[in-house]
T-cell receptor, first 113, second 114 residues
Framework: ETGVTQSPTHLIKTRGQQVTLRCSSQSGHNTVSWYQQALGQGPQFIFQYYREEENGRGNFPPRFSGLQFPNYSSELNVNALELDDSALYLC????????????FGQGTRLTVV | AQSVTQPDIHITVSEGASLELRCNYSYGATPYLFWYVQSPGQGLQLLLKYFSGDTLVQGIKGFEAEFKRSQSSFNLRKPSVHWSDAAEYFCAVGSSGGSYIPTFGRGTSLIVHP
């Protein structure tokens, strides 16, 4: 079990609503990235935060936004939810440098109805 | 742009048989390569990684992978599969410079028959 925790574990929202997902990174990790994993697919990179600044973004619209806090925990916000946003959302944290391993949380299963 | 192809959506093996999961990548420079495993409803666990050096990489749970630059491949192997190995396996390629963000393949589902 990694030190990365995500909340909530499951969530059901209605189309058009907004949602906030949370991630507590492993101690000492200053980089957090978020991924969307649709059913039967590999994780797709949403964005990454390093020391509270976004330093990478995948091909996701602006209604996907995020924050990283001074303690390096992070939030993913999604506005105007669409049915296709239903997926497992994964958070991963790692330390500084490209040779460091990323540790993944268990994910939040979001269902949009 | 980097990309990963896992050509097998499903692989079925008998317990005790050997396993090879295929992964081909596309990346202009020397890549960072990873294999992750995901059990149902769970997050991803790193099995092994290749950054440089010896092209045969040993990982956890008895897995190994071999980096073959000429074939742009990083296939995962295990000599004897256990029923508990049934899971989804993802190959990923990361950039060797910049902000390091791995790109994942679509995964291979491993089914183990008793």
């Amino acid at each position: 079990e990694t030190g990365v925790t995500q909340s909530p574990t499951h969530l059901i929202k209605t189309r058009g609503q907004q949602v906030t997902l949370r991630c507590s990174s492993q101690s000492g990790h200053n980089t957090v990235s978020w991924y969307q994993q649709a059913l039967g697919q590999g994780p797709q990179f949403i964005f990454q935060y390093y020391r509270e600044e976004e330093n990478g973004r995948g091909n996701f619209p602006p209604r996907f936004s995020g924050l990283q806090f001074p303690n390096y925990s992070s939030e993913l916000n999604v506005n105007a939810l669409e049915l296709d946003d239903s997926a497992l959302y994964l958070c991963a944290s790692r330390g500084t440098g490209p040779n460091t391993e990323a540790f993944f949380g268990q994910g939040t299963r979001l269902t949009v109805v | 742009a980097q990309s990963v192809t896992q050509p097998d959506i499903h692989i079925t093996v008998s317990e005790g048989a050997s396993l090879e999961l295929r992964c081909n990548y596309s990346y202009g420079a020397t890549p960072y390569l990873f294999w992750y495993v995901q059990s149902p409803g769970q997050g991803l666990q790193l099995l092994l990684k290749y950054f440089s050096g010896d092209t045969l990489v040993q990982g956890i749970k008895g897995f190994e992978a071999e980096f073959k630059r000429s074939q742009s491949s990083f296939n995962l192997r295990k000599p004897s599969v256990h029923w508990s190995d049934a899971a989804e396996y993802f190959c990923a390629v990361g950039s060797s410079g910049g902000s390091y963000i791995p790109t994942f393949g679509r995964g291979t589902s491993l089914i183990v028959h008793p």
